[in-house]
Nanobody
Framework: QVRLVESGGGLVQAGGSLRLSCVASGNVFSIASIGWYRQAPGKQRDLVAG???????NYGDFVEGRFTLSRDDAKNSIYLQMNNLKPEDTAVYYCNAGAGRQLSNDKKGDYWGQGTQVTVSS
């Protein structure tokens, strides 16, 4: 079993920045891929960014170079630095991890954090 705990969400004005953190605990050695999804009210849950053991990182098309996923394996943590935030980035952001080779909108990991709200005002 893997436990994921997110932090770092909040309210920010358009053009601002936020940094999300996710700490994994439990059977972390079973994690092959880890990343972030987001879900706005009435919309599907979409991949924001994901990375895997090979160090390959992929981003959702809407990121457009504004977000950066990083990891600190010594702390069993990943981070999502979000810059130039837009009102349409408003959503609950979830940390996700699993045994699959790479996260995608079609292949989500088995483990989820509780989510952290990101609200971007115009």
């Amino acid at each position: 079993q893997v436990r994921l705990v997110e932090s770092g969400g909040g309210l920010v004005q358009a053009g601002g920045s936020l940094r999300l953190s996710c700490v994994a605990s439990g059977n972390v050695f079973s994690i092959a891929s880890i990343g972030w999804y987001r879900q706005a009210p009435g919309k599907q849950r979409d991949l924001v960014a994901g990375t895997n053991r090979a160090g390959i990182t992929n981003y959702g098309d809407f990121v457009e170079g504004r977000f950066t996923l990083s990891r600190d394996d010594a702390k069993n943590s990943i981070y999502l630095q979000m810059n130039n935030l837009k009102p349409e980035d408003t959503a609950v952001y979830y940390c996700n991890a699993g045994a699959g080779r790479q996260l995608s909108n079609d292949k989500k990991g088995d483990y989820w954090g509780q989510g952290t709200q990101v609200t971007v005002s115009s």
